[in-house]
């Protein structure tokens, strides 16, 4: 019950915050839209953006933090003060030189990297000069993950889950005329405000840092025991994630693919925010509070516990996801029309956004999901498995692009990419969680399927209900903005309000446990220190 509340309670916090991330978040991509819609130009924006992104998770939020925290939990139990803050300080100083230079070879190279990504089917000279803008973000990026990876091995969420309401707050000036103005076009502004924005995300965790005894004394090593331990485990990882992300830069060319509609990679970006809306909500949350967790349980050798923390982790993230892609799949247009239908976005980007909506709806679950079960085998120090399954996906994600493009373009059209994803996302999930319980043992499975039966069976009811109110309010009939809003509000709280009520007479576990845990006293918790 300790651990489940500790979840739970983290989870809650990095929720709230994640939350007010999102909604900035949205109110970000809404300004973004407004201004470019789903032009080629903005099309042009979101691969600039996408470029960085991709070497952040591949050496940031990704491989690094998920290879730093085992080492550094295993640090705090075994060895000084001292000794932890030396590694963490070396670390610091020799991941500050390697994302600087990756960072000047992308700026000199972005040209080539431009036209690897897109080929010659975008505006790739307003790209190319995007992408220079932006390309800074990463070093300042993945000084901040790491400093997230600390705060979260002391059980510190909140500042580090709330460092990119800056980045939205950033981004979202310079969409104003006051910054605006001293910018040749929107899109140069839009990726300068990305750039304040991560230089903040960084800077607002240091003081945190340094009242935690990190020093920052300049020191490069890559000898020290600690960060070989790291680059040991990155290595395999940057493959597992480099896969993940060769599935994006798949998923990239595909969408600027000739056949493609102009603005499918702006409408993918976009059905893809949207997403993040639910699986940055409470799933991320969740997977953020049990990394650290389940690496204290692996330590520890208590992998009946790290078993427990990862079965009732899929159990309370599929109570959310799951009557959440219904939804998104039901009510897509409402959804996409009431969040971004102003300005330069117009009626053919909605029925493009939410076309790419709905199939990433269908995957939304195991998106989630596998977010829980990867870092499981990371904790244990199993780094292989996640690779291979992973190239797999990567295999069946190009195929299935190629088939929706060749064969099925006229019924998925651009949400080709989207459901590829989706699929291969399950194919992820299913292979892993048989994997890990083939080799650790029963996980609950049976409590599990029993769950989501019960999920599944209240969300079907709930989406049927969504499916009936959308078509007798009618509301594409609405051309006024706040009567859409009022309509859609109801849809969604109705719909919210069945679906819990449903739970509660069913008796799924989750909110029974949810609700239960909540009230009971907080187990005190030490400060992970080894004694000296």
């Not at 932890?84 to 230079?101: H, P, R």
Request: charged share 15%; with cysteine.
């Amino acid at each position: 019950m300790t651990d489940k509340k500790h979840i739970l309670k983290s989870a809650s916090i990095i929720s709230m915050v994640t939350v007010v991330s999102r909604i900035l978040g949205y109110v970000r991509e809404q300004r973004i839209t407004l201004l470019l819609g789903t032009s080629p130009i903005a099309d042009a924006y979101y691969l600039a953006y996408r470029i960085p992104n991709l070497f952040r998770r591949l050496v940031a939020e990704g491989s690094m933090t998920a290879s730093f925290i085992p080492v550094f939990t295993t640090y705090m139990r075994e060895k000084t003060k001292e000794e932890v803050w030396e590694f963490a300080n070396k670390l610091f100083w020799t991941l500050a030189l390697f994302v600087a230079v990756i960072t000047i070879l992308g700026m000199v190279f972005s040209p080539q990297v431009v036209h690897l990504f897109a080929g010659k089917n975008i505006e790739g000279g307003e790209a190319v000069a995007l992408n220079r803008i932006v390309f800074p973000y990463l070093f300042f990026i993945a000084l901040a993950a790491l400093a997230m990876g600390i705060l979260n091995c002391f059980h510190i969420f909140g500042l580090p889950a709330a460092t990119p309401v800056l980045m939205n707050l950033a981004t979202i000036a310079f969409t104003f005329a006051v910054f605006r103005k001293y910018f040749h076009d929107p899109a140069t502004a839009i990726v300068v405000g990305v750039l304040v924005g991560g230089v903040l995300q960084f800077l607002v965790q240091v003081p945190l840092l340094v009242q935690k005894g990190m020093k920052f004394k300049f020191g490069v090593s890559f000898s020290h025991p600690g960060i070989r331990n790291v680059a040991r485990l990155m290595v395999p990882r940057l493959f597992g994630i480099g896969i993940g992300q060769i599935n994006l830069f798949i998923d990239t060319r595909f969408a600027t693919a000739a056949l493609m509609p102009i603005g499918s990679l702006a409408a993918l970006n976009i059905a893809d925010r949207t997403m993040e809306l639910v699986l940055g909500g409470y799933a991320i949350a969740v997977a953020t509070a049990i990394l650290p967790m389940m690496s204290h349980q692996a330590a520890a050798k208590d992998f009946d516990s790290l078993k427990k923390t990862l079965a009732f982790s899929v159990r309370i993230v599929a109570f959310i996801t799951v009557p959440a892609a219904l939804g998104l799949m039901i009510l897509r247009e409402p959804v996409i029309r009431v969040l971004f239908q102003h300005g330069q976005f117009v009626e053919a980007s909605t029925r493009l956004t939410a076309r790419a909506l709905m199939y990433y709806a269908i995957g939304l679950p195991a998106l989630a999901s596998v977010k829980l079960v990867v870092p499981a085998f990371y904790s244990t120090g199993d780094t292989r498995t996640p690779v291979i399954v992973a190239s797999i996906s990567l295999v069946i994600n190009i195929v299935l692009n190629i088939v929706f493009i060749q064969f099925f373009f006229k019924r998925v059209q651009n949400g080709g990419p989207a459901l590829a994803t989706a699929i291969a996302c399950f194919f992820d999930f299913f292979a892993l969680f048989i994997i890990f319980r083939w080799r650790y043992g029963a996980i609950g499975t049976i409590e599990i399927l029993r769950s989501f039966a019960k999920i599944s069976l209240c969300a079907c009811i709930m989406g049927v209900a969504c499916a009936v109110g959308n078509h007798y309010t009618q509301f594409t009939m609405h051309s006024r903005f706040l009567v859409q809003l009022l309509v859609f509000s109801g849809l969604l709280v109705g719909a919210t309000a069945l679906y819990l009520g449903l739970a509660w007479i069913f008796r799924c576990h989750e909110i029974q446990e949810v609700y239960g845990i909540a009230t009971r006293r907080r187990a005190s918790a030490g400060n992970g220190f080894a004694e000296p």
